[in-house]
């Protein structure tokens, strides 16, 4: 990016020393032309000096590149014991080494050249301790802002109370509210949806990003998890693995009765809603709503006066009068035509020239609207460009993940630790600057208010993939009947039912395979250099390619979700790898060739059977492979089965971060707690019986991991551990089959804890009722 600035400014100085400006010289005389002769001299020389930059910048790419081919090559050949030992191929990279070193000799001159000084601290580093404030987004607009739609508003007002108490308004009734991209549709409605009248007048509500090419099975649970924000109801965790008919059953019992409003936010085709989603969602005669936004081109844009009245506002709002200066009209009015009336492109513009008015006193000669969003990406500290451009990846049909995306973030080598914190709580804090900046906007929160999903606007995304492909970051590719023959580095591709064409320059370039939805994966050969491979909902219905075997450079292998029955014993050739995904497969054992992976840090095994979960141990159980406490990397363990052997060693285990055992007996507990104490760093912890009616005794005098986020009991007990109380941290905590005595106050150990948010009892008490203190469960948002 350095480069390219660069070569804009070397191309206006060579510019401003063209031959129209040398006929102007040659016209002048005497004191004048002695004066400009030194101007061009100096300007020819300044010239000079950028292009010597600009061989630097080019040349440290260059090497760059480079020295991460050898070490990708480096890492494979090492870990291939049919080449490690092989003399030649030593010899090779020693003449590679050599002559990186002599690259590097000849880089440091270059830069003594060009005076280039380096700062130490890493950029990161100082990214963290710098507080930005980007309230001022171009992609979030106050509802003050948006003039002329006080009577789209009032009339949206009176057609969604209509319901509340006329009898002839009781059935359901669908309101679109339609317009082009930008005009302002989820702004006015947003408006309207977060209104007192709103809250007052439905007993229920939801708000769902539809976006496009969504699947009915993805889009369900969100309607449903949203419904259920706030109600004194159980919702399962694991609404995205449920078929439709079991969703519908679920929304069917649950709005019986209720008035609700769901709002289907950016739904572009409105005919889906007769076609796929109204059998889904029950008409209760209650006067219930549907919202929905979608686009349309027959919709009148912000008339003139309303839209230059808005620019100026956003544009001028730092100057003493709040309105444009005479001298700058001409410009403010070009400037407001290519908005097209949009007050998203309006706002969006006004805002960053507001600060950076050089925009409109200078002659730039590229496209505004396209500046003004790079503007935005431009701000952003190095590390933050590379893990925002990383999130178009993911296709505008998917939302994008907080736990997918951090863990690609890391497998990627994107994020370092920092001193005491992991590599997951830093990723987690550049996903917050980037939502604190406005490049990413929340979308869903779990029930601890963390960020569960998120998504960019259309446009940005529009751009940084345009960015993406030009520097061979990642492709997105979704057309399978093209073979594809660039070299990025990465591919993301969409759902399909086709094999991808791939040139071989194009597999030998790749490091990482991201794939959405279904389809099939080319990955029989070639692919040695793979680092990330992502297969989330591919079908694998005759199990992993061989060659998968041999990409020692492997960090990421998921296969959730995907049909696969068995892993190889091979997997043991993964040395380098990182996280190992087969949630909600159809694998039933794992491989003992697991524990030679001394690099895993994330071991998730479990699959859910029961997804009524009504049966006491709804999900598979996988029994703790031997030798798997010896993985000192490991720090996420979902989920093992005890036996005596991990039993006698989970001392050693004192590094995990996550950890799920199930089947625990009485006579484990002992040694379970004792292990617990040890497990500093841990939090969240599910512990589940291995019978509903065995009562399990823990220990009462261990100091717990203070870490400790969530805590979840699945199994019978006679007292709650007092140790709870101390947990200063601890916000999730569901308590199921636990049976506690009738006589039992378990509700002070819980009521005291000031992090407190979520709490579920589901069989948990034999008392008739449960008594809650005043000044107890103060930050408590959801009890069901």
């Known amino acids: 990016m350095a480069e390219t600035m660069i070569l804009i400014l070397t191309k206006r100085i060579a510019s401003a020393l063209a031959d129209q400006l040398e006929k102007q010289f040659d016209s002048l005389y005497g004191e004048k032309q002695e004066l400009l002769t030194q101007v061009r001299g100096r300007m020819s020389q ?104 006080e009577e789209y508003e009032k009339h949206l007002k009176s057609w969604l109370k209509s319901g509340q108490t006329d009898v002839t308004q009781s059935k359901r009734i669908l309101i679109s509210v339609s317009g082009p991209v930008g005009i302002g549709k989820t702004t006015l409605v947003s408006k309207v949806y977060r209104s007192i009248m709103i809250r007052k007048s439905f007993g229920c509500r939801a708000w769902v990003n539809v976006a496009r090419n969504y699947k009915v099975e993805d889009l369900l649970p969100r309607i449903v998890r949203e419904l259920f924000k706030g109600q004194k109801r159980e919702i399962s965790q694991h609404l995205e693995i449920m078929n439709p008919p079991e969703l519908k059953q679920i929304l069917k019992n649950f709005l019986e009765g209720r008035r609700y409003i769901i709002v289907l936010d950016d739904m572009r085709d409105q005919h889906v809603w007769k076609q796929k989603l109204e059998n889904y969602i029950p008409d209760n005669n209650c006067g219930s709503r549907i919202i929905m936004t979608t686009q349309s081109d027959d919709v009148p844009a912000l008339a003139g006066e309303d839209a230059f009245h808005l620019f100026c506002t956003n544009t001028f709002k730092r100057t003493d009068t709040g309105k444009c200066p005479p001298a700058l009209m001409e410009q ?274 479990y699959t859910i059977v029961d997804c009524s979960y009504e049966s006491f141990c709804y999900f598979r159980r996988f029994p703790a492979l ?88 699945r199994a019978k007990l006679m007292k709650l551990p007092t140790w709870i109380s101390s947990l200063r941290n601890l916000a999730w905590v569901p308590v199921s089959w636990c049976g506690l005595p009738s006589e039992h106050d378990f509700l002070p150990s819980l009521g005291g804890l000031h992090s407190l948010v979520f709490l579920l009892l589901i069989n948990a008490h034999n008392g008739s009722e449960l008594s809650f203190k005043k000044g107890s469960f103060l930050r408590l948002k959801i009890y069901v």
């Open 46 to 149: 300044i010239k000079m000096e950028f292009e010597v930059i600009k061989a630097f910048l080019i040349y440290k790419e260059s090497l760059h590149l480079k020295l991460r081919l050898f070490m990708d090559h480096y890492a494979y050949i090492w870990a291939d014991r049919r080449y490690s030992s092989n003399v030649s191929r030593w010899h090779h990279i020693n003449n590679q080494l050599q002559e990186i070193s002599n690259r590097l000799h000849r880089l440091g001159d270059m830069k003594q050249q060009c005076e280039i000084k380096t700062t130490k601290g890493s950029q990161s580093k100082i990214a963290i301790e710098k507080h930005q404030d980007l309230a001022r987004s171009s992609r979030v607009i106050d509802e003050e802002t948006i003039l002329g739609t």
């Open 626 to 713: 031997r030798g798997i406490y010896d993985l000192k990397e490991l720090q996420m363990l979902q989920s093992v089965e005890v036996t005596k052997d991990i039993l006698t060693n989970l001392k050693k285990m004192s590094q995990l971060r996550s950890f799920r055992i199930i089947k625990v007996r009485a006579e484990h507990y002992s040694v379970l707690s004792d292990a617990i104490e040890t497990m500093v760093n841990l939090r969240r912890l599910d512990i589940v019986g291995a019978k509903s009616d065995e009562a399990l005794g823990m220990k009462h005098d261990i100091v717990p991991p203070q870490s400790l986020e969530k805590l979840t009991f």
């Open 332 to 605: 403010a009015t070009n400037i407001l035509k290519l908005c097209d009336g949009l007050p998203l492109a309006i706002v969006s513009t006004g805002n960053y020239l507001g600060d950076l008015n050089w925009i409109l006193n200078n002659n730039v000669d590229f496209d505004l609207m396209k500046s003004v969003l790079t503007l935005s990406f431009n701000s952003l500290l190095g590390y933050l460009k590379t893990c925002f451009l990383y999130c178009g990846i993911f296709p505008d049909s998917h939302l994008i993940k907080r736990k997918r995306l951090i863990r690609l973030w890391i497998a990627e080598g994107f994020i370092q630790d920092r001193g005491r914190r992991t590599v997951e709580d830093v990723a987690e804090d550049i996903l917050h600057e980037l939502i604190k900046q406005n490049m990413l906007e929340v979308q869903d929160t779990n029930d601890s208010g963390r960020v569960r999903t998120c998504k960019m606007s259309a446009i940005m995304r529009q751009l940084i993939i345009s960015k993406s492909e030009q520097e061979g970051f990642y492709v997105v590719y979704d057309d399978a009947e093209k073979c594809y023959e660039g070299n990025s580095k990465r591919l993301s591709v969409k759902s399909s039912n086709n094999s991808i064409p791939l040139s071989v320059s194009a597999i030998q370039s790749l490091r990482s395979w991201i794939h959405f939805g279904s389809g099939e994966t080319p990955l029989e050969s070639g692919f040695k250099l793979l680092r990330v491979l992502d297969l989330q909902g591919v079908e694998l219905k005759e199990g992993l390619p061989k060659a998968v075997f041999n990409l020692f450079n492997l960090h990421y292998l998921g296969l959730r979700k995907t049909s696969i029955k068995r892993l190889l014993a091979s997997i043991k050739r993964l040395v380098n790898l990182q996280r190992l995904d087969v949630t909600f497969t159809n694998i039933k054992e794992l491989p003992d060739g697991i524990v030679k992976l001394q690099r895993l840090r994330n071991l998730f095994v």
